[in-house]
């Protein structure tokens, strides 16, 4: 089996306080992807950046105290690459991308359109920059398994007010179509297809009005697979238990990695 979780953590030394670490150890992940660190690795202590079992990569936001993603792995993969090569991203630190040999790992930060719209965009930019990328894995006869913070919810399903936010960034027709694209490349949501109907699954809630209590959330954490993994997938989940962001960690195991 290969325990994996994605969780944005809202800044990691935050999270840190809140008992990162000790949630770390407990869970014990074969591989952990970070998103939204919001912090340079000098910024941070020893065991946050090596905790004990686990190899830590980081990829940082020329501005501080943004973005930021960062990957906990057990294992040393055979190759790390920081960013996508596109330096109008990679300057946002938003991604890293891991050769595990079986397959490749891309884990991603996707920016958020704005509440004005205006960096929509940026946002779609990045999208089919990111999904280039992972076609051309897939074209070269790799296993690609993508997640992260995608900040766009699929369906109608993937979040408590779909009318109310028709208008809003994060579920925008161009931005939901894009989900779409991916699905009809062959790219597997593994949550939707391990629980298809599940209804109220969501894993994060804006911080006002009570809205992680009352559950009024959207589903915008993913884990993907490419199709030739399908028959791999032994579970996949959204850990509303787990508390110290406004998101909450997702989940995926597969069977013989």
């Not at 325990?3 to 150890?25: C, E, H, P, T």
């Not at 920059?129 to 699929?154: K, M, P, Q, W, Y």
Request: hydrophobic share 35%; net charge negative.
């Amino acid at each position: 089996m290969l325990k994996m979780f994605s969780w944005n953590v809202n800044g990691i030394r935050a999270a840190q306080r809140k008992g990162f670490l000790d949630w770390l150890y407990q869970t014990s992940p074969d591989i952990l992807c970070i998103q939204e660190t919001k912090a340079h690795p000098d910024q941070l202590d020893d065991e946050l950046k090596a905790p004990t079992n686990y190899l830590s990569y980081w990829a940082s936001a020329e501005r501080k105290g943004y973005s930021g993603v960062a990957l906990y792995s057990r294992s040393e993969p055979v190759s790390v690459q920081i960013g996508l090569g596109i330096e109008e991203f990679d300057r946002e630190g938003r991604t890293i991308i891991a050769d595990y040999g079986k397959f490749v790992l891309l884990m991603a930060y996707f920016p958020n359109g704005s509440r004005d719209h205006s960096r929509v965009p940026f946002k779609m930019a990045y999208k089919q920059a990111f999904l280039e990328i992972c076609n051309r894995h897939r074209s070269n006869g790799r296993s690609v398994i993508f997640c992260g913070d995608v900040n766009t919810a699929h369906r109608e399903i993937d979040l408590a007010r779909p009318k109310e936010n028709s208008n809003s960034t994060g579920f925008l027709p161009i931005e939901r179509a894009w989900i779409d694209q991916v699905v009809e490349e062959g790219y597997i949501d593994t949550f939707r297809t391990m629980h298809p109907e599940q209804r109220e699954a969501y894993s994060w809630w804006a911080y006002w009005g009570k809205a992680r209590e009352r559950n009024v959330g959207w589903r915008i954490d993913y884990f993907f697979t490419s199709p030739d993994l399908g028959g791999r997938i032994a579970a996949a989940g959204i850990h509303t238990d787990v508390l110290g962001s406004d998101h909450c960690p997702v989940s995926l195991t597969l069977h013989d990695m």
